[in-house]
């Protein structure tokens, strides 16, 4: 399935803002497409993200890109308008085992203790 995710992006704020978060869950047979949807969501957002669309983000990622879960958290670690629940990251990242995405948040919220026993 193709489509443009800018113009669509545009179309549904423009005419169905309230509906963008029906939209995201028609689309989660294709999670590529929800991943991209989602970061054009975040990487436009002039005001604040919605927790639960940055708890996708990080749940798509950890599924389709691991490698990307932590540059991401810290890429957004001081927008202004984008503030991901770290510990429901943390849940995403150890239900996908993915341990050093959990060592860094760990490390993140002041947890030293858990992040030392995971280097271990």
């Known amino acids: 399935m193709q ?3 800018e113009k669509t992006k545009a179309f549904v704020q423009q005419y169905y803002k309230n509906s963008e978060k029906k939209l995201i869950s ?3 047979d294709y999670p590529q497409l929800q ?4 970061e054009l969501i ?3 957002s002039t005001e604040e993200v919605e927790e639960y669309i940055l708890n996708l983000h990080i749940s798509l990622l950890c599924r ?3 490698s990307r879960v932590i540059p991401v958290l810290e890429e957004y670690s ?3 308008f984008i503030s991901y629940n770290l510990k429901e ?3 995403l990242c150890n239900e996908y085992k993915l341990t050093e995405a959990v060592i860094y948040i760990n490390e993140k919220v002041g947890d030293v203790y858990m ?3 995971r280097h271990l």
């Open 26 to 28: 028609r689309i989660e």
């Open 89 to 91: 990251a943390l849940e």
């Open 35 to 38: 991943l991209e949807y989602v």
């Open 78 to 80: 001081t927008h202004e």
């Open 64 to 66: 389709l890109q691991p």
């Open 115 to 117: 992040s030392l026993n």
């Open 3 to 5: 489509i443009n995710k």
């Open 42 to 44: 975040i990487q436009d």
